[in-house]
């Protein structure tokens, strides 16, 4: 995927997952990430795990964090 269809937020820690998604705190807020959504260069990929964030801009943009 290119770069510039993905978004970086820093200092991200997980906190819950299902099968489809995980729990983050972005910007204070509680966000349900979709598995879908994660780049597979994120460091934040399951419960527990913390670090850069790296997402799809398009769902970046769509929940409104961009």
């Known amino acids: 995927m290119g770069k510039e269809r993905l978004v970086t937020f820093e200092n991200i820690e997980a906190t819950a997952h299902t099968d489809l998604a995980l729990l983050c705190i972005i910007e204070g807020e509680e966000v349900w990430v979709?598995?879908?959504?994660?780049?597979?260069?994120?460091?934040?990929?399951?419960?527990?795990?913390s670090?850069?964030?790296?997402?799809?801009?398009?769902w970046?943009?769509?929940?409104d964090l961009v």
Not at 34 to 49: A, N
Not at 60 to 63: D, L, N, R, T, Y
Request: aromatic fraction near 8%.
């Open 34 to 49: 979709p598995h879908s959504q994660i780049d597979d260069d994120s460091e934040v990929f399951e419960k527990g795990t």
């Open 51 to 58: 670090g850069d964030l790296i997402v799809t801009r398009w």
């Open 60 to 63: 970046a943009e769509k929940k």
